[in-house]
Every structure is written in C-alpha cells, then in structure tokens.
C-alpha cells in the first residue's frame, strides 16, 4: 500500500489540474467569441467603420447629382444611396431643403448649426439646447460652390448590455452555454466522481464491511486522502482481527483454566467426602493412600496457581528481577540435581557442559533457575526411557546461548509453533506421562523476554532443543 505521505508535485495536484483547466476553458470561450465577432463584422453586422468616409463620399455623389440635375429628389437620393435600415443620415441644403434616412427627424440644434455654417455665421444656441456628442458632416458642392453638408448626428447612447447583446446572438449563446458545460465536466466530473466513490467506501466501511478499500488512483490530493484512507481501514481491520483473536485465545484460557482446576479439585473432593463417610470402615493403608492423593492434588492445584500468577506477573509487567553477577555452571549443576532422582526413576540421564568462555553471566538466578527447571520438567514428562537430557551453556555472538536438548520422539511440526502458548499441549504422542498445566513453557518465555533475551525451538525425531539466548552483560 502506498503511503500517504508522499507529498504531490506540482502537475499532479488537484487544484493546479482545476486552475490550468479554467484558464483553458476562459482563453477557448474569448477565442470562440473573437472568431464570432470577426464573422460578424464580416457579414456586416456593423457600422462602417470610418462615418467621415461614408459622409464624404454620399456628398460627393449628391454634388454630381445636383450639376446634373439641380432639383433632385433629395429623400429619394438618400433611400436609393443607403441599404434599410442603414446609419442615420441627414441632408442640410443652404436653399432650406432638409431629408433624412432616419426615423427621427434632425435634431433642431444640429439642424441650426448646420445652416449657419452654411450661411458663414456663427449659430446661436437656444435655451433647450443639450451637449451633442461628435457631429460628422461633409460639404457638398455644386460647380465649386457650397451648397449642402451632409450630417451624421451621434448614435444615441447604448448600454453595456445591448453591446453585449448585439455580439451574442442565440446561436452565439448556445455555443458558449454549451463550451462552458463541457469544461465544468471536463474539470469537475472525475473529481465528483472520485470523491463519491471515496464517500461509498467510507459508507460501506462504517456498515461493518472491513475489507472495504477505496479506488486510490493518481497522485493529487485525492488519492493521499484515499490512500489515508485505506491505511485506516487496514489498520482498523487488522486491530478488529487482533481483538477477535485475542477473544478466542482468552476464552480458550479460561476454558483450559477452568478444566485444569476443576480436576484436582473434583479428586481432592471425592476422597475427602469418602474419608468422611462414618459408615465405611477404611483399613489404615487404605485411608493413608487416599490422604496421600488428596495431598498431591492439593500440591498440583497449589503449582497450577503459582504459574498462573507468575505468569500474569510477568505478563503485566511487575514481576521483579534481581540480576547479578552468577557462575552459569552452578545454576546448571542444581538444576540437573535437583532432577537427579526423578531422572534416575525413570531411566533417563542428565548431563552438563559449560563452555569457558561464558562461565559467568548477569542474570536473576532464581528465575533463571525456575526457567531451565521448567524446560528439564517438561523434557522428562516426555522421555521414553534410557534417553538423555543435555544443557549446555555456549558463547554465540557476544551473547550466552543455554541450551536444554532431550532425545525423545520430538515435537510435531504444527505444534511448534504454538509450544509456548498458554495451556498450549501437544498430541497423546508427546504427551505421554504425568500431564503439566500447560504454562511452563509459557513462563520461560516470560522470564527469558523479561531477561533481554530470545528462546527458540528445534525439533526432530530424537532430538529436541529449546536454546535460550541471553545477552551477556
């Protein structure tokens, strides 16, 4: 899985992705509206574009039409001269005649100023005059004379809207609405999509479905937050796995733990209320044996709790050491005599070999000692007789290595992985003999770990070894 933390270059970041592809789509639309505006102009849609040309070149006409004929039609010139609906434009002659292609007449004010000029005197502003805007006119003449002006009085003025409205015809509308649309789900469609697939996973994980991942591809902001995502769910699904697992093991404990307790205590039970029964008369080597039994149910019942305390101590933390300083040959000397008799009855030998090297370790003593016990205890639950027992004490990598080796039939491959769980026993095979409680294995591997150190397990047909490896200092 990808980790989350990788941090996102430049190109691939979501909102650079977001801001290149606006910018696209704004210099698309200002294109498209250039080529419309360009095949507007060209179609006519425009006035001309020089209205000083366009005067000069109607008086010029109007000038030849009047050498020809000097009492021309003049509304007549203008409709033949000008394409409907065409510029406003008006025809001031100094006779007095006045036309106009328009649909409003001169205004009075430029009429005025038109016929003064022609006059050559100054006009006179009336009291509702109003500022007129830039005037076009152009002199017309007759044999060299001047006779007319041709007038193009100022648009009236027009708002911003109905410029733009002018450019934006209803297919121009159309096409941009429909750029505009393709760029928003060219942008935001993916990411819509995306991010609802996340939204599902989310949805679908918090209904219980674990295995739930979300689709984590690219390398933008998005996929970080899916791949955050995922980190989560695995973990969370790994933690749940864990906690189900643990459930089952401590149910499992307390099921082997309530059978181990219940069955000493059933014997010690039967034996004392046989004892107690006044009404049967027991010879006296009868009752002793079934004192005697009560009392070793008692012992297995008292060694059953101490592991389990020493167990939990360990486990919990708490359990005390005190290291020192010890010679490594005498705790293996009085674990190996401390079996001597039990080994002796059944036919088994012990033997010890210290290397030179390592005849002194730190270590809590007494712990170590419960621990190799616990090891020769097990290995002689499951010898056969005439085998062997060795511990052996040897220098590997800087660290002191005890091993505890026994000749038996082995431990099966499926359960060497599971010997130092709790209450953990292997098949009848390897079990033969006076059953433990189960937590002896598990113990030294508390004291071991508690120690810095490792244990491990090797085992086939006739030779099975626990080495235990201890740092040395």
Request: proline share 6%; glycine share 8%; with cysteine.
């Amino acid at each position: 899985m990808s980790s989350p933390a990788h941090a996102v270059r430049w190109y691939s970041s979501f909102y650079w992705r977001i801001g290149i592809s606006f910018v696209v789509s704004v210099v698309v639309v200002l294109v498209g509206q250039s080529l419309m505006v360009a095949y507007a102009r060209a179609n006519g849609a425009f006035a001309p574009g020089n209205p000083n040309a366009a005067a000069a070149a109607i008086a010029a006409e109007l000038g030849m039409a009047l050498s020809n004929d000097p009492a021309v039609d003049l509304s007549g010139f203008l409709a033949q001269q000008l394409p409907a609906p065409g510029p406003s434009t008006h025809i001031v002659m100094a006779d007095g005649r006045v036309a106009s292609r328009s649909g409003q007449p001169l205004r009075a004010d430029i009429e005025r100023q038109a016929k003064a000029m022609l006059a050559g005197t100054a006009p006179v502003p009336a009291s509702g005059d109003v500022p007129t805007g830039p005037v076009v006119s152009a002199p017309i003449q007759q044999h060299g004379r001047l006779v007319g002006l041709v007038v193009l009085p100022p648009p009236p003025p027009r708002g911003v809207l109905s410029n733009v409205g002018e450019l934006l015809t209803l297919p121009g509308t159309l096409v941009l609405i429909a750029v505009t649309a393709v760029a928003a789900l060219v942008i935001f469609a993916p990411a819509r999509n995306r991010l609802r697939a996340l939204e599902q996973a989310a949805e679908q994980f918090g209904a219980g479905q674990l295995n739930t991942r979300a689709p984590a591809h690219g390398r933008d902001e998005i996929a970080r937050v899916a791949a955050a995502f995922n980190h989560m769910a695995a973990d969370l699904e790994a933690r749940t796995e864990a906690l189900q697992l643990s459930d089952q093991l401590r149910r499992r404990m307390l099921a082997d733990i309530s059978h181990d307790l219940r069955t000493p205590l059933m014997t010690m039970r039967g034996y004392l209320d046989t004892l107690d029964m006044h009404e049967i008369v027991l010879d006296e080597g009868k009752r002793r044996r079934y004192v005697d039994t009560a009392r070793r149910e008692t012992i297995r019942l008292e060694r059953i709790v101490a592991d389990l305390l020493d167990l939990a101590r360990f486990e919990n933390g708490v359990a005390t050491l005190e290291p020192r300083v010890i010679a490594i040959e005498r705790v293996l000397a009085g674990v190996a005599g401390r079996f001597e008799r039990d080994a002796a009855a059944a036919e088994v030998t012990i033997r010890t070999r210290i290397d030179p090297s390592v005849d002194q370790i730190v270590a809590d003593p007494d712990r170590l000692d419960q621990a190799l016990s616990n090891l020769v205890a097990n290995a002689l639950r499951h010898m056969p007789p005439h085998g062997t027992i060795e511990l052996e004490a040897t220098a590997a990598d800087g660290a002191c290595q005890i091993t505890v080796t026994d000749s038996g039939d082995g431990i099966a491959p499926d359960h060497l992985a599971h010997v130092f769980e709790r209450f953990y026993k292997v098949d009848a095979s390897r079990a033969s003999g006076a059953a433990g409680s189960g937590l002896g294995l598990s113990i030294v591997k508390a004291i071991v770990e508690r120690h810095g150190g490792t244990i491990s397990v090797t085992s086939q047909p006739g030779r099975t070894t626990f080495a235990i490896t201890l740092p040395s200092g």
